[in-house]
């Protein structure tokens, strides 16, 4: 902490760029809510900032009445929590063993994985892998592919070897066997590392389309991002309609029914983060950490 | 029996471990693997054991092409300007927070600021593209100071800064979190004995703290320029439109759609090849430089 001698001025100054800079992230969401709250005549006279004019939810009754964007919704819950244990799952066991001295190669897979930090996985190559595996146009070609992160390891790794050694020692003592001490006693003391993984994790599965654009052919499959990602890049009415009965009448604008629909993909993420934050930084933080 | 405990141990060690063994080599190893069809003239039916070899053909084929020097600029045009105002961008605003006073403020501040990095790219893209036609928010602005409504979207002159300035406003603050802890980290005595010195808030900052983040800096930088040739996909594809593409194709999305959609996948593959090549010589070369230089490596 830099100690000055008092200098107000630049408090303020500093103080009040800083805000206003904070506002940015913030306003386009606002302007989003402020935009599908409004009524037409409104929006359509851009007459809409920050604050709704002419109050109206008819394009939520619209949203929560159509049944693409609630399976597309389900799709997308479905893969983040399945994804997420599956790559807890993963990344717990492979970390647990790497972080006991007794484990045999240690050395040879610990540079094994360390190796893949250098190589990035090329596209067409892993592609092809998971056609040959029978993934493609399953929901497991969203999950398991990014299930694991040498990253993720590394930092689970150190974690579990940050446990007391003699806790591990007394519960062999006691005829624990390695399933055992992994099960009952690194998990349950690991919530930190583990929830923090988790949700970075979840997030990164919830926010990402590319594989489920390249993966998955069958409508009824692909997550909400993918429905977004439609909306947004091919824009207009054309794929209003692939959202099947999303009925353009006079209460809505096609501009307020775009800015509904991405709230309302928005909702599960905003709902979490200021909950969450403490354990987000956190995870930022552990990133620092050097083998 | 201690011996033949520590042996079913083992057994168990590894067996735990095997299904993270064996997703390393399925996904990562496999497809390194599966690169050898950019030696080959891939065919979808007769696989890549059945597929006829062609030697450099693909490579020299990717050199032919006008295009490939078209989208080898265009990348890397697009990572120097994000690299040029993207990198230094957290960095100030870290130096920015840490100069703040009124903690409930600055956590405040941090939490909004953290907000975007958590947001799809698509939620992202759907905000800016909105704003950025000729109907949009940025227009109506523009419009109280007298300048012309336009289509942002549309006007390839655009694209580079719509891409470099959306990448800023979502990964700021959330870059800035390396650099706080950093800064907090930094011996208060330091700058104690400054002041004492006589030494004033920018000579502190620039012989105390940009010191102590140096370390931090030229990691975040190596990591950075190692990713040159790498373009963040799923924000391309956002932004990008047949209008633009001039610019805005860059080496990941021709591979996705010339590689994918298009079916080429033995030229792409080698397209491919290249780029993580140069990122290897980039990302190995740097590193041993700065630890010659700084001491400082990822390494």
Redesign the interface.
Known sequence: ????RS?RR??LA??L???L??????A??L??AAVSLSAPEYVGA?LV?FWPRGFSLEVYRTIFGTSSLWRAMGVSVYITVVGTLLAL???S??????S?P????RGW?LK???L??????????????VR?LQMDNTLWALM??G??SAFN?FIMKTFFQGLSAELFDAAKMDGC???GI?ARIAIPLSSPVIATIGLFHA?GQ?????SA??YIKTKTLLPI?VL??N???E?GLGSMSQIQTVDLSRTSTP?MM??GI?LF??LP?LIV??FL?KY??KG??L??LKE | MLKKL?Q???A???L??L???L??L??????????V?AFQKYNLFK??LESPWVGLDNFRQMFAYREFYQILRNTLLLSLYSILFGFPAPLV?AL???????MW?KR?????????H??????V???????LTT?G?LN?VFGWFGIDRKDYMTDPAYFRTILVSTGI?KEV??GT??YL??LAGIN?NL??AA?VDGA??WR??WS??LPSLLP?IVVLFLLRVGNVL?AN??QV??FQ?PLVREVGEVI?TY??RI??LGAQ?SL??AI??FK?GI??VL?VGLNAFSKRTTGESI?
């Open positions: 902490m830099p100690a000055y200098d630049f408090q500093n103080d760029f800083l805000v800079v904070s506002l940015t992230m913030f386009p969401l302007h989003l851009k900032t799952l993963f990344t066991t492979i970390a647990y063993s790497l006991r007794q484990m045999p190669l897979i094994g994985i360390v893949t930090f250098v190589f990035s996985v090329p596209l067409i190559p892993s592609y092809l892998l040959t398991v592919p299930a694991l390891v066997s390695e399933l992994y997030v919830w926010n990402s389309y590319f654009l390249i991002q977004l990602r909306l947004v890049v824009d501009e775009k800015a991405l993909a928005t993420i983060y200021p934050q987000f930084v930022a933080m990133g620092s | 520590s079913r141990d083992a168990l060690l590894l735990l471990a299904p993270g063994i997703h390393f399925v996904f990562r190893y496999i497809p390194l693997g599966g690169n069809i696989g890549f605003l920015m927070l840490n100069e703040m006073r009124r403020l405040s501040v941090q939490t909004l600021l953290y907000l975007p958590f947001l799809s790219w698509v939620i893209g759907g905000i800016f593209v909105n704003m109907e928010f109506t406003w603050g959330w979190i390396l802890a950093a208060p700058y104690e002041m004033g808030r502190q900052m105390i703290t931090a790498d996909v799923e594809l956002v439109n990941d591979v996705y590689g994918l996948f792409t593959t491919g090849m993580s990122g290897l990302i390494y």
